[in-house]
């Protein structure tokens, strides 16, 4: 059973676009909603992250809108920039005693000149 | 170390031997994790430790697989009796609080000939 799901697998943007990357969760029990960005032989880098007590947060260019009545939330990277060509995984995690990371599988992102 | 440290980089061995790969989490996280990437795929969640006791160990692929934390720091993960499909990336990733996000480690790239 998949917990995070995420869309699409792949995205090609140009240079200054918008990229929008989306994620659907099913556990209403997770509490902190992070974005993680891959480089090729690189482990994946903490890029920004929310809690559901907010709809909305910023950094820089990369923006994460969270919608929790339709338990879903998104990364927007405004100005898109050959250089953030990665792979983007969002992940959930639960508090109590295991606050195990579930991943989606991740969306590669590509950023034309 | 100010990053997650993890050892061997890389990692070539023949199917049967036993393989040890070694976290070494930023100093002070309580909580531990490995996770396994194979070639342009997602992160899959292997176990979990929170000190050095492991509440979830549910994606250990079989009994091959172990991993051992010990004086809430360091996490050695064992592979016994290596199989071609073990070949893949292994992440660990650590983690202060609940809250707070979990840092990667830039992997062991393990081989299986």
């Known amino acids: 059973q998949q917990q995070v799901k995420q869309s699409p697998q792949s995205l090609i943007v140009q240079k200054g676009g918008i990229s929008i990357i989306n994620c659907a969760y099913e556990?209403?029990?997770?509490?902190?909603f992070p974005w993680y960005q891959q480089f090729p032989g690189k482990g994946p880098a903490l890029l920004i992250a929310?809690?559901?007590?907010?709809s909305e947060k910023k950094e820089g260019r990369f923006t994460i809108s969270f919608n929790k009545s339709a338990k879903q939330f998104s990364l927007h990277i405004m100005d898109s920039q050959p250089g953030d060509s990665a792979t983007y995984f969002c992940?959930?995690?639960?508090?109590?005693?295991?606050?195990?990371?579930?991943f989606g599988k991740g969306t590669l992102l590509t950023v034309n000149p | 170390g100010a990053g997650v440290s993890q050892s061997p980089s890389n990692k070539v061995t023949e199917k049967g031997k036993d393989v040890e790969l070694r976290c070494d989490p930023i100093s002070g996280h309580t909580a531990l994790y490995w996770y396994r990437q194979s070639l342009g795929q997602g992160l899959e969640f292997l176990i979990y430790?929170?000190?050095?006791?492991?509440?979830?160990k549910s994606g250990l692929p079989s009994d091959r697989f172990s991993a051992e934390r010990t004086g809430g720091s360091v996490s050695t993960l064992t592979i016994q009796r290596t199989q071609q499909e073990d070949s893949a990336v292994y992440l660990c990733?650590?983690?202060?609080?609940?809250?707070?996000?979990?840092?990667f480690g830039q992997g062991t790239r393990l081989t299986v000939v």
């Open positions: 990733a650590s983690r202060l609080y609940r809250d707070g996000g979990a840092f």
């Open positions: 430790f929170q000190g050095n006791s492991a509440p979830d």
């Open positions: 929310i809690r559901p007590d907010v």
């Open positions: 556990n209403t029990a997770f509490d902190y």
């Open positions: 992940a959930a995690s639960i508090g109590g005693s295991n606050y195990k990371l579930t």
